[in-house]
C-alpha cells in the first residue's frame, strides 16, 4: 500500500517518460513540497492507484504524464462515489497533451503546478463508452472508432519516440491505404455511415487542432465527426479542413451533437479512449455532466 498524504497525490509512469518528460518530472518533484509521487508499474495501474488514494482520502489526485495516464487517472477517480472524488490536476508530460490544452493549462511545468497550488476548480462533463458485453470505461477528451484507432494499433513506438506525432499521421496513412472498415452511426437517433468517426468531449484532437469547434467540456453533449470517404485522396481533402476546423462545412462530413452515440461495423472495426485503444464496435457512447472536478485556469 503506497503511503499518501490527505493534500496531494502525484501518479506518473516513470517508464514511459522520456529524457525531456524526465526533466519535467524533476522538477515537478522540486515544486510539490510534500505531495506523495507514486510511480506506476503496469499498464492499468494508474487506475489502481488513484482509486485507491481516492478511498483513503486523498484530496488532489494530479495525473503526471500524457493522455493516456489522465485516462487511466478518470477511470480510477470515477470508481469512487462523485461526494468523495478528488480533485484532478494534471501536470502535462505526453506529446500531444489534448486534455491539458483543453483545460486551457500551461504545458510547462511551472505554470502547470502553480494551476494546481491555486486550487481553482472546474466542474468538467466526463465520456462513457460500453462495449457489447457490457464492459464500460471513460474518457476525457476523446474517442475514436476505425481509422484512428487502427493507425494507433499499427503506431511504431521506436518511430513515435524519434518523429513524435508525425508517426501517427505516418500510420494513419499507412492503414488508409489498406483499406477502412465502414462504420454506421446512431447518434441520438439520427443516423449516418462514414470511415472515419470521431467523439468529442472537448473540441480538440491530436493536440491543438480543432476537431469539434462547437464542443464544451461542461455543456453534457457529445460531438460527433463522421468523415464518409475512406481512401487516400479523401484524407489529403480532409486534411486542411480540419486544419482550419472548416471540415463540418463539406457535404461529405457529418457533425453531429448528441447525448447517445452508437458506432457498429459488420468488420473488426476497434475503438480507443483518449488515444488508448479499447474495445472493437459495437461500442455505445455517452456522457456523465459534470461528474470530475478538475484543477484549471
Not at 469539434?212 to 453534457?220: E, I
Amino acid at each position: 500500500m503506497p503511503q499518501t498524504v490527505a493534500g496531494t497525490c502525484v501518479i506518473f509512469n516513470p517508464v514511459a517518460c522520456g529524457e525531456r518528460a524526465q526533466a519535467r518530472l524533476r522538477r515537478l518533484r522540486e515544486m510539490a513540497g510534500g505531495a506523495a509521487f507514486l510511480p506506476t508499474a503496469k499498464a492499468g495501474h494508474a487506475m489502481e492507484l488513484a482509486e485507491q488514494v481516492a478511498r483513503d482520502g486523498c484530496g488532489t489526485v494530479v495525473a503526471a504524464g500524457g493522455d493516456g495516464t489522465i485516462n487511466e487517472v478518470v477511470n480510477g477517480l470515477m470508481r469512487v462515489p462523485s461526494e468523495t472524488r478528488p480533485r484532478l490536476g494534471v501536470a502535462p508530460l505526453g506529446t500531444a497533451n489534448v486534455y491539458a490544452r483543453e483545460l486551457g493549462l500551461p504545458l510547462s511545468m511551472g505554470g502547470a503546478w502553480r494551476v494546481i497550488a491555486a486550487g481553482r476548480e472546474r466542474r468538467v462533463d466526463v465520456g462513457v463508452a460500453r462495449g457489447a458485453g457490457g464492459e464500460q470505461r471513460y474518457f476525457a477528451a476523446l474517442a475514436g472508432a476505425g481509422f484512428d484507432a487502427l493507425a494507433i494499433a499499427a503506431l511504431d513506438l521506436r518511430l513515435k519516440k524519434r518523429i513524435n506525432w508525425l508517426a501517427y499521421v505516418i500510420s494513419g496513412f499507412r492503414i488508409v491505404a489498406r483499406g477502412l472498415p465502414r462504420l454506421t452511426v446512431t447518434a441520438d437517433g439520427r443516423r449516418c455511415e462514414g470511415c472515419f468517426v470521431f467523439i468529442g468531449n472537448g473540441r480538440l484532437y491530436g493536440g491543438s487542432y480543432r476537431m469539434f469547434p462547437k464542443a464544451r467540456l461542461d455543456d453534457g453533449m457529445l460531438e460527433v465527426c463522421v468523415f464518409e470517404g475512406g481512401r487516400v485522396a479523401d484524407v489529403l481533402r480532409y486534411l486542411p479542413r480540419v486544419l482550419a476546423a472548416s471540415h463540418p462545412k463539406l457535404a461529405d462530413v457529418h457533425y453531429l451533437r448528441a447525448k447517445q452515440v452508437r458506432v457498429e461495423s459488420p468488420q473488426p472495426a476497434p475503438t480507443e479512449l483518449d488515444g488508448e485503444l479499447w474495445k472493437d464496435c459495437p461500442v455505445e457512447f455517452s456522457i456523465e455532466p459534470g461528474a470530475l472536478r478538475v484543477l484549471a485556469p
